[in-house]
Antibody, heavy 118, light 108 residues
Framework: EVQLVESGGGLVQPGGSLRLSCAASRFTFSSYWMHWVRQAPGKGLVWVSH????????KYADSVKGRFTISRDNAKNTLYLQMNSLRAEDTAVYYCARDGGYDTPDVWGKGTTVIVSS | DIQMTQSPSSLSASVGDKVTITCRASQNIISHLNWYQQRPGKAPKLLIYTASNLQSGVPSRFSGSGSGTDFTLTISSLQPEDFATYYCQQSYITPPLTFGGGTRVEIK
């Protein structure tokens, strides 16, 4: 079964940094675009970023542009999200998701929780 | 950015009921509309893609319809495992991918 497992979440102070990872298995990771989507407590889903299959192109939501960086290591089947200058409003569960085509996330990880608080 | 508006935001229904959820886009998205189910504490799950195509493994009681700006998700006979929150998402003009605010389906 196709699997995505996120890690790296935790408690961080405002202004701090965190790097999330997403380990992919049982599919050809290097062939797929990938997304990060987040969900604040009790709120809906919000797209954060996506990256193309070879890692040469990435796009971001305006709310994270300039602070977050998406990247991937196809040799390690791993997606990353480097988060800098974190704010309280970045508190959320962060999901990585595989793109099934045409910006349709078709497989999701279970998520990792990021809490930004002093 | 394309705005997605779902209605209702919540509903109460009984097992066996037919349930309909609507999603409206702020501009024409042709048929580039996906539906997701999210059970409490779980990750979202893709149910329907490009408005009306059932994702592999999803029960046939789920169906989607619509085009342009107005879309519908229908559950023909609600089952206990269907109590969840449902989200629509447009994939026509991206980035950003945009989701509706969600519809919570509760037990009556």
């Amino acid at each position: 079964e196709v699997q995505l497992v996120e890690s790296g979440g935790g408690l961080v102070q405002p202004g701090g940094s965190l790097r999330l990872s997403c380990a992919a298995s049982r599919f050809t990771f290097s062939s797929y675009w990938m997304h990060w989507v987040r969900q604040a407590p009790g709120k809906g889903l919000v797209w954060v970023s996506h990256i193309n299959s070879d890692g040469s192109r990435a796009k971001y939501a305006d709310s994270v542009k300039g602070r977050f960086t998406i990247s991937r290591d196809n040799a390690k089947n791993t997606l990353y999200l480097q988060m800098n200058s974190l704010r309280a409003e970045d508190t959320a569960v962060y999901y990585c998701a595989r793109d099934g085509g045409y910006d349709t996330p078709d497989v999701w990880g279970k998520g990792t929780t990021v809490i930004v608080s002093s | 950015d394309i705005q997605m508006t779902q209605s209702p935001s919540s509903l109460s229904a009984s097992v066996g009921d037919k349930v309909t959820i609507t999603c409206r886009a702020s501009q024409n998205i042709i048929s580039h509309l996906n539906w997701y189910q999210q059970r409490p504490g779980k990750a979202p799950k893709l149910l329907i893609y490009t408005a009306s195509n059932l994702q592999s493994g999803v029960p046939s009681r789920f169906s989607g319809s619509g085009s342009g700006t107005d879309f519908t998700l229908t559950i023909s006979s609600l089952q206990p495992e269907d109590f969840a929150t449902y989200y629509c998402q447009q994939s026509y003009i991206t980035p950003p991918l945009t989701f509706g605010g969600g519809t919570r389906v509760e037990i009556k």
